[in-house]
């Protein structure tokens, strides 16, 4: 998977907007290596209030712990990029922000930063609602910094839309 076009991630938003809207749900992304870019995508279609709760960039730990309670110990043991900490970014967003649904992006985008068990590419995801139920994923993504971020954003918004067609 290489850059996804500008285009494809307005589609997969405006898609996305579409099923929430049908079906009277509200999501609240939290982000780290997006950098608000799931939030941008998605309000930039008209109407976007009607299921756009709030979007939360927590991209340093302190933030992730400040404000969605991301426990230290999670970020000691397993660091940032893990299941443990988006899944935790998750329930944090349905929290605070009342959302019906959250999704958390937590990755090295590169080009510095990775390791020899979480290379540059590395992105975690999870997604999850109000009754408990929740899906988390973990991609390798090649490509410059640019590439990671907008394949992220690319799957967090298609992993949502699966997410939302299955629970809902």
């Not at 390791?115 to 988390?136: C, H, I, L, Y």
């Amino acid at each position: 998977m290489h850059a996804t076009s500008h285009e494809s991630l307005r589609q997969y938003a405006a898609s996305l907007g579409l099923l929430l809207r049908d079906r009277g749900l509200t999501l609240s992304p939290a982000e780290s290596c997006t950098g608000g870019w799931i939030s941008k995508v998605l309000t930039d279609n008209a109407g976007s209030s009607d299921y756009l709760s709030a979007g939360l960039v927590t991209y340093s730990n302190g933030a992730k712990q400040a404000l969605l309670g991301v426990k230290e110990e999670s970020l000691a043991e397993f660091g940032a990029v893990s299941e443990q900490v988006v899944r935790q970014m998750v329930s944090g967003t349905l929290a605070l922000t009342g959302a019906d649904l959250a999704v958390a992006v937590s990755g090295v985008a590169g080009p510095g930063g990775g390791s020899e068990d979480k290379p540059v590419g590395t992105v975690w995801f999870a997604w999850g609602n109000r009754q408990g139920a929740m899906e988390t994923r973990c991609h390798l993504f090649t490509g410059n910094r640019d590439a990671v971020r907008s394949q992220s954003v690319a799957c967090a918004l298609q992993g949502v839309t699966e997410f939302v067609r299955q629970q809902y």
